[in-house]
T-cell receptor, first 109, second 114 residues
Framework: RKEVEQDPGPFNVPEGATVAFNCTYS??????FFWYRQDCRKEPKLLMS???SGNEDGRFTAQLNRASQYISLLIRDSKLSDSATYLC??????????FGGGTRLMVKP | DGGITQSPKYLFRKEGQNVTLSCEQN?????MYWYRQDPGQGLRLIYY???????QKGDIAEGYSVSREKKESFPLTVTSAQKNPTAFYLC?????????????FGQGTRLTVV
């Protein structure tokens, strides 16, 4: 089983829709998590950090559920520019970053 | 400007050749990483280093080698032993070896074997 797993998608949604991605992790020692955004043929860029019970940044909300070992990313009022691959990342003991395979989002007019 | 720089952006290699990918950061970060990404796939860890003169194998280290002689630099050599080296290589750094620190990526090197 992979340490961090994501549904690869693609998620095809219309502009203005709300979309949610889940990510499960197997290492209960993981202390902090991140969501990165990666555009086609580009490097990943940090979207949000998820440290405790979750956090919100504008249209984006990240939640952490330690009991069930998953984190989620909610995007409200989707824009065309939100189309990208979203990578879930765990940061476990030893500072090793473990990436999920990514979830592809396509927002359509 | 502070950041992490990879070079070259594109690299072509003949079969049987070793090539070295450069990664430099001026962020004063302790930890540095090398990842490989294949089309449509996630990132896989090749090597990582938490401190100068120390590095550890990741999940797919075979056919690769690294060095960490300076804090700022973490070059990756793709050797002829790597049977399928064509991929997108990403270098990253993070502030310290403690938990809870996000990583920052370079722009990547796209390696193609010809």
């Amino acid at each position: 089983r992979k340490e961090v797993e994501q549904d690869p998608g693609p998620f095809n949604v219309p502009e203005g829709a709300t979309v949610a991605f889940n990510c499960t992790y197997s290492n209960s020692a993981s202390q902090s998590f991140f969501w990165y955004r990666q555009d086609c043929r580009k490097e990943p860029k940090l979207l949000m950090s998820v440290y405790s019970s979750g956090n919100e940044d504008g249209r984006f909300t990240a939640q952490l559920n330690r009991a069930s070992q998953y984190i989620s990313l909610l995007i409200r009022d989707s824009k065309l520019s939100d189309s990208a691959t979203y990578l879930c990342v765990g940061n476990n003991a030893g500072n090793m970053l473990t990436f999920g395979g990514g979830t592809r989002l396509m927002v359509k007019p | 400007d502070g950041g992490i720089t990879q070079s070259p952006k594109y690299l072509f290699r003949k079969e049987g050749q070793n090539v070295t990918l450069s990664c430099e950061q001026n962020l004063n970060h302790d930890a540095m990483y090398w990842y490989r990404q294949d089309p449509g796939q996630g990132l896989r860890l090749i090597y990582y280093s938490q401190i100068v003169n120390d590095f550890q194998k990741g999940d797919i280290a075979e056919g690769y080698s690294v060095s960490r002689e300076k804090k700022e630099s973490f070059p990756l050599t793709v050797t002829s032993a790597q049977k399928n080296p064509t991929a997108f290589y990403l270098c990253a750094s993070s502030p310290s070896a403690s938990q809870g620190t996000e990583a920052f990526f370079g722009q990547g090197t796209r390696l193609t074997v010809v």
